[in-house]
């Protein structure tokens, strides 16, 4: 094991966190739990043990140490956000200052634009909450019962996210805004549990030396859009960032982040528009070389991981770490 340990030392391992909240369980919680990736304690233990057994590092740190064609020092480890929620901002960000540690927050800027929830969450929200018993979604061929327990719908919201993802974005937009007509509940509503940063939480951020990144603009999946609107998708937030923030992006983390979200014109236009690095949702670790520049694997981290399984994952990732049954 010692042995193992001092190989897999070598590769750069970056975490891949969504939310961080007070508790993660919370209570009467009709959003996705499954974008809960530790409490506040469990996080600042998993800070903890980083900062003492690893190498924590920045994302211009990483990029400085290949521009140099220097190797990375053992155990370097990077900590992401993706998405933007403002439980980041509000839960995490005290914990990362207090430890005098930075993280990189992919944020979809279109979100902190309008303050408007994400589609995929509210899209649980709306299984969760709505006022019917049934749903019936024909272009995914479904007719379920939706349960009566908070429980049932959440296993139901879970498996609708993951057929959801299978149609193009016209599609997925088309299905989301039907359900919420039907069930008369418009995103617009909004709801404390499901909110994005906003920009001044972001400047604080950054000016206390946390990193932001693209998450794109709408949260939409790269590979399902038409050429035009996937650049769009990928310019608009790097010039969203630049404006708000007075810096140049470098780095790019794909929404939902698996095989069918991103393809190689994601990847020439996110090199084209000046992104330096992307990070996939990917489950693994490697080292910044041409073929992984623009899909870093990263080890998500999930609420169900108590403190020997973090542990284990962050050191033996070979062994431990597996492909998220999370698709965001
Ligand atoms: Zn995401």
């Known amino acids: 094991m010692k042995r193992l340990r001092s ?9 891949a966190y969504h939310r961080v909240l007070e508790s ?9 739990t499954e974008l809960i990736s530790a409490s506040a304690e469990g996080f600042r233990q998993q800070m903890l043990f980083l900062r003492k057994h690893f190498h924590p590092m920045r994302f211009d740190e990483v990029l400085a140490c290949v521009d140099a064609g220097r190797p990375l020092p053992r155990g370097a480890v990077l900590v992401t956000f993706d998405d933007g929620y403002d439980d980041n901002y509000r839960v995490a960000f005290p914990i990362l200052r207090e430890l005098e540690m930075s993280a990189m927050f992919f944020v979809s800027t279109g979100h902190i ?9 509210w899209l649980v929200h709306l299984v969760c909450m709505a006022p019917v018993e049934r749903l019936q979604a024909p272009e995914l061929g479904l ?6 327990t908070l429980g049932e719908r959440r296993a139901r919201a879970s498996a609708l996210l993951d057929r ?11 299905l989301i805004a039907r359900l919420e007509e ?3 509940m418009p995103r617009e509503n909004g709801h404390p549990d499901c909110r994005p940063m906003t920009w001044d939480q972001l400047r604080e951020m950054h000016h206390a030396g946390m990193e932001i990144g693209s998450h794109g603009v709408g949260h ?3 590979a399902k859009l038409p050429l035009e609107e996937m650049a769009k998708e990928v310019i608009g937030s790097k010039q969203a960032l630049e404006r708000e923030l007075g810096v140049v992006p470098g780095v790019l983390s794909y929404p939902v982040g698996g095989p069918d979200a991103f393809d190689q014109e994601t990847v020439d236009t996110v090199r084209t528009a000046g992104f330096r690095l992307a990070c996939s949702y990917m489950a693994g670790t490697g080292n910044v070389v041409p073929a992984t520049r623009y899909a870093l694997p990263r080890l998500p981290v999930e609420r169900e991981m108590d403190r020997a ?3 284990a994952m962050v050191t033996v990732p070979e062994v431990f770490c597996y492909a998220s049954k999370l698709r965001v």
Do not use: C
């Open 7 to 15: 190989v897999s030392r070598h590769d750069l391992r970056v975490l």
């Open 24 to 32: 993660a369980e919370p209570v009467g919680f009709s959003f996705d």
């Open 113 to 121: 634009d309008s303050g408007l929830p994400y589609a995929y969450d």
């Open 143 to 148: 007719d379920w019962d939706l349960g009566a």
């Open 164 to 174: 959801i993802k299978t149609l193009d974005d016209a599609g997925q937009a088309r």
């Open 182 to 184: 039907e069930w008369r």
């Open 220 to 222: 939409r999946m790269l």
């Open 309 to 311: 399984w973090f542990e």
